[in-house]
């Protein structure tokens, strides 16, 4: 059970450049999100998914798109990197809904540096 | 919606014990807290639910006051190991959760 898994660690993109950050889950979760953290600053949600096929804007989600075609995975998509996205990104899942009575369990994060 | 949380930051000496309060202008139904130590993921630490008791976890203990939409986080006779940010979070409208502003502590010797 390898929980929730993030690639890549690490990243330095040049501005305007696209990338795709993975996350996957081996617990058969339907909640799944993708935060944002900067430097000295909370979390911020970016988009998250109530279940495959289903998507929604967070709070921050301008230049960023998400998907969910299966149940495992929710890649988060830069499509043109700009410095102002430079910042640590975590992916999160839960089941059903944070406000269940269980958590939400995080993956280890990616740093990403756009230059 | 962000939750506010306070302090921003506190220092303590170890054995000290500390009080982090996290206040939403909407109504709370659950809070969450969570732990993050520098360069890692935030770390579960417990819920609180609507019409539930108050929670512990060793000297880690928080209360939720529906009525006042607080929840206070109470660490006593601290140890080095608690040093580390902590956040709150609660479920806002349309299934989108929202940590606290974070409070940032510090455990020294």
């Known amino acids: 059970n390898a929980g929730v898994t993030q690639t890549p660690k690490f990243q330095v993109l040049k501005t305007g450049q696209s990338m795709t950050l993975q996350c996957a889950q081996d617990m058969n979760h339907e909640y799944m999100s993708w935060y944002r953290q900067d430097p000295g600053m909370g979390l911020r949600l970016i988009h998250y998914s109530v279940g495959a096929g289903i998507t929604d804007q967070g709070e921050v989600p301008n230049g960023y798109n998400v998907s969910r075609s299966t149940t495992e995975d929710f890649p988060l998509r830069l499509l043109s990197a700009a410095p102002s996205q430079t910042s640590v990104y975590f992916c999160?899942?839960?089941?059903?809904?944070?406000?269940?009575?269980?958590?939400?369990?995080f993956g280890p994060g990616t740093r990403l540096t756009v230059l | 919606q962000q939750p506010v949380q306070s302090p921003q930051a506190v220092i303590l000496r170890e054995g000290e014990d500390a009080v982090i309060n996290c206040s939403s202008s909407k109504a709370l139904y659950s809070v969450h807290w969570y732990r993050q130590k520098h360069g890692e993921a935030p770390v579960f630490l417990m819920i609180?639910?609507?019409?539930?008791e108050q929670k512990g976890h060793e000297k880690i203990s928080a209360s939720f006051n529906e009525k006042k939409q607080q929840s206070s986080l109470y660490l006593t006779a601290s140890q080095l190991s608690y040093s580390g940010t902590y956040f709150c979070?609660?479920?806002?409208?349309?299934?989108?959760?929202?940590f606290g502003t974070g409070t940032s502590l510090t455990v020294i010797p």
């Open positions: 979070g609660t479920l806002g409208a349309g299934n989108q959760f929202y």
């Open positions: 999160a899942s839960s089941p059903p809904l944070p406000a269940s009575t269980d958590t939400q369990y």
């Open positions: 609180l639910l609507k019409g539930g």
